[in-house]
Protein backbone atom coordinates (compact mmCIF):
# COMPACT_ATOMS: atom_id res chain seq x y z
CA UNK A 1 0.00 0.00 0.00
CA UNK A 2 2.76 2.73 0.81
CA UNK A 3 4.94 1.48 -2.03
CA UNK A 4 1.95 0.14 -4.81
CA UNK A 5 4.53 0.20 -8.27
CA UNK A 6 6.78 -2.03 -6.45
CA UNK A 7 3.91 -4.39 -5.18
CA UNK A 8 4.55 -6.60 -8.30
CA UNK A 9 8.33 -6.69 -7.80
CA UNK A 10 7.70 -7.71 -4.07
CA UNK A 11 4.88 -10.56 -4.39
CA UNK A 12 5.84 -13.25 -6.19
CA UNK A 13 5.03 -16.80 -6.70
CA UNK A 14 7.72 -17.63 -4.24
CA UNK A 15 7.29 -15.08 -1.77
CA UNK A 16 3.55 -16.27 -1.39
CA UNK A 17 3.89 -19.85 -0.92
CA UNK A 18 7.07 -18.91 1.71
CA UNK A 19 4.25 -16.72 3.27
CA UNK A 20 1.65 -19.33 3.12
CA UNK A 21 4.16 -21.82 4.42
CA UNK A 22 5.08 -19.82 7.55
CA UNK A 23 1.24 -19.69 8.32
CA UNK A 24 0.81 -23.35 8.27
CA UNK A 25 4.06 -23.74 10.03
CA UNK A 26 3.20 -21.36 13.10
CA UNK A 27 -0.18 -22.93 13.30
CA UNK A 28 0.81 -26.58 13.06
CA UNK A 29 3.93 -27.17 15.67
CA UNK A 30 2.46 -25.64 18.82
CA UNK A 31 -0.21 -27.86 18.26
CA UNK A 32 1.14 -30.81 17.81
CA UNK A 33 2.92 -30.30 20.52
CA UNK A 34 0.23 -29.67 22.79
CA UNK A 35 -1.28 -32.65 21.23
CA UNK A 36 1.39 -35.05 21.99
CA UNK A 37 1.88 -34.21 25.95
CA UNK A 38 -2.00 -34.24 25.95
CA UNK A 39 -2.11 -37.56 24.60
CA UNK A 40 0.45 -38.57 26.97
CA UNK A 41 -2.35 -37.75 29.91
CA UNK A 42 -3.86 -40.48 31.93
CA UNK A 43 -7.46 -40.89 31.87
CA UNK A 44 -9.84 -42.74 33.76
CA UNK A 45 -13.42 -42.58 34.49
CA UNK A 46 -15.67 -41.06 31.56
CA UNK A 47 -14.44 -40.39 28.31
CA UNK A 48 -17.41 -38.50 26.89
CA UNK A 49 -17.02 -35.04 26.02
CA UNK A 50 -20.63 -33.27 25.92
CA UNK A 51 -19.97 -30.79 23.43
CA UNK A 52 -20.09 -31.10 19.62
CA UNK A 53 -16.07 -29.58 19.33
CA UNK A 54 -13.90 -32.05 21.50
CA UNK A 55 -11.99 -28.48 22.37
CA UNK A 56 -8.75 -28.24 24.69
CA UNK A 57 -10.76 -27.22 28.26
CA UNK A 58 -13.01 -30.28 27.47
CA UNK A 59 -10.01 -32.48 27.43
CA UNK A 60 -8.00 -31.37 30.08
CA UNK A 61 -11.19 -31.32 32.63
CA UNK A 62 -11.19 -35.28 32.08
CA UNK A 63 -7.74 -35.82 32.51
CA UNK A 64 -6.66 -37.86 35.52
CA UNK A 65 -2.72 -36.56 35.61
CA UNK A 66 -1.42 -33.23 36.35
CA UNK A 67 -1.86 -30.48 33.47
CA UNK A 68 -0.66 -27.17 34.87
CA UNK A 69 2.43 -27.89 32.39
CA UNK A 70 0.24 -28.45 29.32
CA UNK A 71 -1.82 -25.44 30.87
CA UNK A 72 1.46 -23.09 31.23
CA UNK A 73 2.86 -24.78 27.63
CA UNK A 74 0.19 -23.68 25.84
CA UNK A 75 -0.35 -20.09 26.92
CA UNK A 76 2.81 -19.32 26.08
CA UNK A 77 3.19 -20.89 22.62
CA UNK A 78 -0.47 -19.27 22.06
CA UNK A 79 1.38 -15.99 22.90
CA UNK A 80 4.19 -16.65 20.82
CA UNK A 81 2.05 -17.60 17.89
CA UNK A 82 -0.40 -14.47 18.48
CA UNK A 83 1.87 -11.96 19.21
CA UNK A 84 4.25 -11.54 16.18
CA UNK A 85 1.38 -11.23 13.60
CA UNK A 86 -0.44 -8.74 16.07
CA UNK A 87 2.95 -6.65 15.91
CA UNK A 88 3.39 -7.14 12.64
CA UNK A 89 -0.05 -5.96 11.59
CA UNK A 90 0.36 -2.82 14.51
CA UNK A 91 3.47 -1.80 12.32
CA UNK A 92 1.49 -2.20 8.56
CA UNK A 93 -1.63 0.14 9.87
CA UNK A 94 1.42 2.27 11.09
CA UNK A 95 3.23 2.65 8.07
CA UNK A 96 0.25 3.31 5.94
CA UNK A 97 -0.96 6.39 8.58
CA UNK A 98 2.37 7.39 8.06
CA UNK A 99 2.06 7.29 4.10
CA UNK A 100 -1.51 9.01 4.26
CA UNK A 101 -0.76 11.74 6.13
CA UNK A 102 2.48 12.56 4.33
CA UNK A 103 0.00 13.48 1.30
CA UNK A 104 -0.39 16.83 0.84
CA UNK A 105 -3.46 17.09 -0.76
CA UNK A 106 -7.13 16.47 1.05
CA UNK A 107 -8.11 14.84 -2.82
CA UNK A 108 -4.74 12.13 -2.68
CA UNK A 109 -5.70 11.55 0.74
CA UNK A 110 -9.08 10.06 -0.48
Same mark, same amino acid.
Given at each position: ?? %???????????? *??? %? @????????????????????????????????? &? *??? *??????????????? %?????? @?????? &??? &??????????????? @??????????
Amino acid at each position: IC %QPLHYGNLMNDK *FSI %Q @LAAGSWISAFLPISIIIILMSSLLYCGSNEINH &F *FCD *FPSVIKLAHSDTQLI %QVLAVI @LSSVDI &FPP &FILTLTSYFYIIATI @LRIPSTTGKK
